[in-house]
């Protein structure tokens, strides 16, 4: 199979920390390098969760709020003792193991 040379640049603080890490993994940095590619091939995408943080919206947290509570009094959960809601979710559990 042919190979292909791939050069970058990264601080040298972020090498040296970097290359500490692998060598107690028993493995060195370009081993480390060709296993993120051949993970982000296996996973179609970056191999880890690349989120930003969420901005609050106080105006669809009301809205979400006021539909679960509408949920709820149709349901007639709003009415159940936390005994009552603590043996729903035992049941609840119970089944999902049984399955």
Known sequence: MATSVVQFRIEDDL???ATAICDKLGI???TAMRM??????MENGIPFPMTLEK??????????VK???????QSGA???????INA???AYRKARKAE
């Not at 993120?36 to 091939?41: G, N």
């Not at 901005?55 to 979400?64: D, E, I, M, V």
């Open 15 to 17: 090498k040296i920390a």
């Open 28 to 30: 060195d940095l370009s």
């Open 36 to 41: 993120f590619l051949k993970r982000t091939v």
């Open 55 to 64: 901005t609050y919206n106080s105006a669809y947290a009301l809205q979400a």
């Open 67 to 73: 539909e679960m509570n509408a949920q709820a009094q």
């Open 78 to 84: 709003c009415d159940m003792s936390l005994d009552e």
């Open 88 to 90: 729903e979710i035992s």
